[in-house]
């Protein structure tokens, strides 16, 4: 898909999505569906989902796609350094971000969004994985973001 295809069909899924969770108050139903929707219509999506923090933890969270690890190394891995540094992070090659956590060898490259609540307090992230290499960019980024932002 062409940056100007992503970009037109996040702005509809990222619609779709406000009219769904307007619908929902509560948080877990709320992941679910996103990720449902994202994972069925973004076709270069390998895995879809969430991993939130429980205490000190980072476990898995709602999503789709083959069976993931239930729980991550404490600050190891991409999803773990999107916490700390509080913002997106797009891996072009999963093998090269150093402690990458391969929950799939099939996963190439991938893309972590933090997720925040209704204070900013950030409470886990929405993670996508691809099956090929360097497949998120600028449009993924921004479309993500702006979609995580609907659970604030
Ligand atoms: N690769 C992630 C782990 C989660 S899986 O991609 C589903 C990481 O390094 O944090």
Not at 50 to 68: M, R, S, T
Not at 100 to 119: G, L, N, Q, T
């Amino acid at each position: 898909m062409g940056a100007q295809g992503k970009k037109g069909r996040y702005q509809r899924l990222y619609k779709q999505l406000e009219e769904l969770l307007a619908k929902q108050g509560n948080p877990l139903s709320r992941m679910a569906t996103m990720v449902a929707v994202l994972h069925h219509k973004m076709e270069h999506f390998f895995w879809t989902g969430f991993y939130l923090l429980d205490g000190e933890e980072l476990i898995v969270g709602p999503y789709q796609g083959p069976v993931a690890c239930q729980h991550l190394e404490k600050d190891k891995g991409v999803c773990w350094a999107g916490i700390h540094r509080e913002e997106s992070i797009v891996v072009a090659d999963v093998h090269s971000f150093p402690g990458h956590i391969a929950c799939d060898p099939r996963s190439k490259s991938e893309i972590v969004v933090p997720v925040r609540d209704a204070e900013g307090k950030i409470i886990g992230v929405l993670d996508v994985d691809s099956n090929k290499t360097d497949a998120f960019d600028g449009e993924d980024l921004a479309g993500l973001e702006r979609i995580v932002s609907l659970l604030a």
